[in-house]
DNA sequence: CGTAAATTTCAGACATTCCTGAAATTACGA
DNA sequence: TCGTAATTTCAGGAATGTCTGAAATTTACG
């Protein structure tokens, strides 16, 4: 399967930018691939277009649907697993922001939590400094209370909220 | 230099989190260390309380300072350079998301604002793909001016939009 | 200047992550 | 149950990223 050099030029540019964005270029390209794919594609087809081992993409595809990003159909006839991306890019970022704050931020999260507790019985450590961690905490908290509201707002109503952009500041003066 | 239980608890936990992070073990620790000191450290210092190279803390140091977290401080009659962290949690957050944003998402809006501009010569590539190519990039640029916008509302109106939480949805129906 | 402390550079050791290809396993139809 | 297609597992090679220690460079002061 040839490639048109638009979605030749995305796919390659999800490889690059992977690395920074943590997770490996296989696994970036094949979702960019199925992102962008009117229709489902069979592990022989992304292997033999992105030019990569027929294993690595069955690691990457398990990747990709442990995140919830890719998801498996049939096709009548046909033994072979198809597979899709979410195409909806709300529901991707939504995915996304979940997975990192789950792996980055909630760890921490409960670390800072358990030092706070014990910081009360550790006299070696200066107040000042049990204080920036709890106040470290406390911020965090308030973060991730806040993103775990907003992230049911209904869409339409995001949306608003979005292109408001600064001016809500106004309603709460 | 040796550090207190609740101290060395956090700096091992930020080093910890560095891969995840996208951060190097050492640029994590040192950061931390800096962060809790109460005192601004000299490299040598540094690179004797966590065991780490002194060539080692040097470069980790210019990462830091590059990413404006830390900087260099002098004492009245010493040579050596003293390196502090920012202490502003708030200041440190909006440097790392600027910093994500500048390195993650600005490199790819710049593509997609290309690619969309040459699709339009390209008869190949399906009108359903260049959609959703396009759709991609209007949504990317809207929570980019999302961002710029709220990044710059006043420290305390963020703290009490952000403890309205969900209910800021009430204001815009 | 000269020199000694402080800092930086950098080659290579070490560690980690990623990918491949062969072999094993599973799923399906005859 | 057998044979074949499809998929997965996994050992080891390739590529990348990180850290060290020695050497080079810079800086401050007599």
């Not at 909630?106 to 204080?131: F, H, I, W």
Request: net charge neutral.
């Amino acid at each position: 399967m040839k490639l048109t050099p638009t979605v030749e030029r995305c796919v390659l540019h999800w490889g690059e930018m992977a690395g920074r964005w943590g997770i490996s270029r296989s696994v970036a390209q094949i979702h960019a691939l199925l992102f962008l794919s009117p229709t489902p594609l069979t592990a022989d087809d992304i292997a033999e277009t992105l030019n990569v081992a027929r294993s690595n993409v069955s690691v990457s595809l398990k990747e990709l649907q442990a995140w919830d990003l890719v998801n498996v159909t049939h096709v009548l006839g046909d033994r072979r697993d198809y597979f899709q991306a979410r195409k909806d890019i709300w529901e991707v970022l939504k995915t996304i922001v979940d997975g990192r704050k789950r792996r980055e931020i909630d760890p921490t999260l409960q670390m800072l939590r358990e030092t706070v507790g014990q910081a009360k019985q550790d006299a070696e450590t200066p107040q000042e400094v049990k204080d920036r961690i709890a106040n470290m905490l406390e911020f965090l908290e308030e973060m991730s209370n806040w993103y775990e509201q907003i992230r049911d707002i209904p869409r339409p109503t995001l949306l608003k909220l979005m292109r408001m952009g600064a001016r809500v500041a106004k309603v709460v003066g």
